[in-house]
């Protein structure tokens, strides 16, 4: 609900929607979804509107949004599947000492020491058997959005492949939880 303050403008409304969380989380492929909007004024009923909208994957990461002629950059999108505290991430870790490096010290010790903890971590991954995968294609298709399937960090290690958006999210979930800066 809300009121418009002058009468004969027009408004854009973008109404706040209530989200159950954990079922959006369940969502791996697209539906439809009716919304419905009923205008009154002063109580009277004006008409409603029913519009059929796509819900998309939880994997289809929107990156790009038509805004007029020209596509608007929201690539930075991709770090929402950063999850530095998944259980996996802990587990990865303790391979890693145990087969390739001595401790996790981050910016506390030298550049060098840096490149080993990543190289630690990467052969890590390896080990697992994590291959590359294009697997990119979103589940839905649209004219005014650009979007591109992303593997969960837990979904590429038990499907042991990654494309270059979910290796970069594997890793860059790991290389933060041992505190070193990322960017995706």
Request: aromatic share 10%; net charge negative.
């Amino acid at each position: 609900e809300g009121i418009m303050p002058k009468a004969g403008v027009t408004y854009n409304i973008y109404p706040q929607l209530k989200y159950d969380y954990d079922k959006l989380f369940e969502v791996r492929q697209t539906f439809p979804e009716d919304v419905t909007a009923v205008v009154t004024v002063n109580g009277v009923p004006q008409g409603e509107k029913t519009k059929t909208m796509t819900v998309m994957s939880l994997n289809d990461c929107v990156f790009a949004l038509l805004d007029g002629d020209d596509y608007e950059d929201i690539s930075w999108m991709f770090a929402a599947y950063v999850n530095e505290n998944h259980p996996l991430v802990e587990k990865i870790l303790k391979e890693a000492l145990e087969k390739h490096t001595d401790s996790f010290s981050g910016y506390q010790g030298k550049a060098e020491e840096v490149k080993e903890e990543i190289e630690a971590v990467w052969k890590a991954v390896q080990d697992r058997g994590v291959k590359y995968s294009d697997v990119s294609v979103p589940s839905a298709e649209s004219d005014y959005l650009s979007s591109q399937h992303v593997r969960l960090l837990g979904d590429s290690l038990s499907g042991k492949q990654a494309n270059c958006v979910d290796g970069t999210v594997l890793l860059a979930s790991i290389l933060k939880k041992i505190g070193l800066n990322t960017y995706l």
